[in-house]
Structure formats: C-alpha cells, structure tokens
C-alpha cells in the first residue's frame, strides 16, 4: 500500500454521501469542499499520507492540517474528501479505491465529485457528468445543470467516473472556470447545485464576497499583487 489513511476519530456517519474536492480548473473542487467542511461544521477525522505525497502543510485559521483530509458529519449523512494537493498519477487508482471503500463501508447512496471545467461558454454555468444517466437526464431537467457532451477528465476523479470503479452512482458537478487563477465564483455555482442536490442549505455569502474581490481585482489588473493577496488573505495561495 502506497497510500496510509490516519484516522483521528471514529466515522459514524452513515447511509452518507461521500463528496470528493480535488483541484481541477479554477480550483474549484478544493474551494467547494473545504468550504463546504467548514460552512456545515464538520469533524475532522482523519487523512491519507504518503511517502509520494508532495510535503505541503496546508494552513486554515491559524492550523497546520494535511493536505487530504478527511470530514464527516453524522447528523447531516454526509463525508468529504478533499485535497488541496494534485495527487500524483502514480497514486490515482489507489485514492480512487480508498474512496471507493469509504464509501462502501458509509453505504453511500452516491459519490458527488465537485470540480471545475472550461467549456468556453459566453454564459457561465455548472455542468454534470455521472455514471448513472437517469441521475444527469434528472438534474437538466429541474434545470439545475447542463451535461457535458464530449471531454476528457484525469485522475482521480476521472477514475471514480470509470464504471464499475465505486458500486454507488458517481456525479460530477463542474463549474464554469477559466482556470487560470482560483475561481471561488465558479465554487459558489456548484454549491449552490449541491444544495439542491443533498437538500442541505449551504451559506455562499462569505465566498461570493471573495468572488467579488476577485472580479474588482482582475478589472484592476492587480491579481498577482500583494494588494490581492492583503485583501484575500492566504486562502487561495
């Protein structure tokens, strides 16, 4: 095994949707979830290591923390998997077969994967990939996403999507990102879909601030100053 997971605390949260944030286009999955992890209060219990994990101590309110971590809520059925690092080729099919247990060992009814994806579009909107397509066809018809016709997703996440990879429906929400520079715009978008999804509100107030920062900071030309990075602080980079 290249890949250890530590636990810290017990993972009681069952018949759970196991929701997975890993960096994509924008940034958009790490932002979602770890905003996610903090808006509903959620545990932190444990996280994978590795010998072939870059060595990178994430920093949030003032804690150092591992960059795959691991959150869970028993109340709200809910487990997020959330990595602010690209994990190396070499270890996607094993993150995906330690997803794929906790979810089974969760009774997961489905993996929802949070990202971002750059379909050149004039109109931004969130778009779904799933491997059951009852679950997609359902999702555009309360118009609540678009499906991707033709594209191509790596790594983990491009894993899970596989058929066979997790026993429960697997859904990719993206949304609309440029992807050159974090895009916590494009993380409000696909929470606000999640929302619906798991039927949990989740409050986006303090993100779309930050997305309002970065909008006033591009028209401004200063998004790699040190003005930016005043105003954000360190949670983007």
Do not use: C, W
């Not at 270890?91 to 009774?107: C, D, F, Q, V």
């Not at 489905?110 to 971002?116: C, D, N, S």
């Not at 999702?139 to 997790?166: D, M, S, W």
């Amino acid at each position: 095994m290249k890949i250890e997971f530590r636990k810290l605390k017990p993972i009681k949260a069952k018949n759970a949707t196991v929701i997975v944030g890993f960096p994509t286009a924008g940034l958009v999955g790490s932002i979602a979830a770890s905003y996610l992890t903090s808006k509903l209060d959620m545990n932190f219990v444990g996280y994978y290591t590795s010998e072939k994990i870059p060595p990178v101590t994430a920093v949030h309110d003032y804690t150092p923390l591992p960059p795959i971590r691991v959150y869970a809520s028993e109340s709200k059925h809910l487990i997020v998997v959330l990595s602010e690092i690209v994990v190396p080729i070499s270890l996607s099919a094993e993150m995906a077969g330690h997803i794929a247990e906790l979810a089974e060992k969760a009774n997961a009814p489905m993996v929802i994967t949070l990202g971002g994806i750059s379909q050149n579009e004039e109109e931004k909107g969130v778009y779904v990939i799933s491997t059951d397509q009852k679950v997609s066809d359902d999702l555009v018809r309360r118009n609540l996403a678009k499906k991707v016709k033709e594209g191509a997703t790596t790594g983990v996440v491009g894993l899970l999507l596989f058929p066979g990879v997790v026993k429960p429906p697997v859904l990719a929400i993206l949304g609309e990102s440029e992807g050159e520079r974090p895009d916590p715009g494009a993380a409000v978008d696909v929470l606000r879909t999640l929302s619906k999804i798991i039927d949990i509100p989740i409050n986006t107030e303090e993100l779309e601030k930050e997305a309002e920062l970065l909008a006033q900071a591009a028209s401004e030309s200063i998004i790699s100053s040190k003005i930016l990075k005043k105003k954000l602080g360190s949670m983007y980079g």
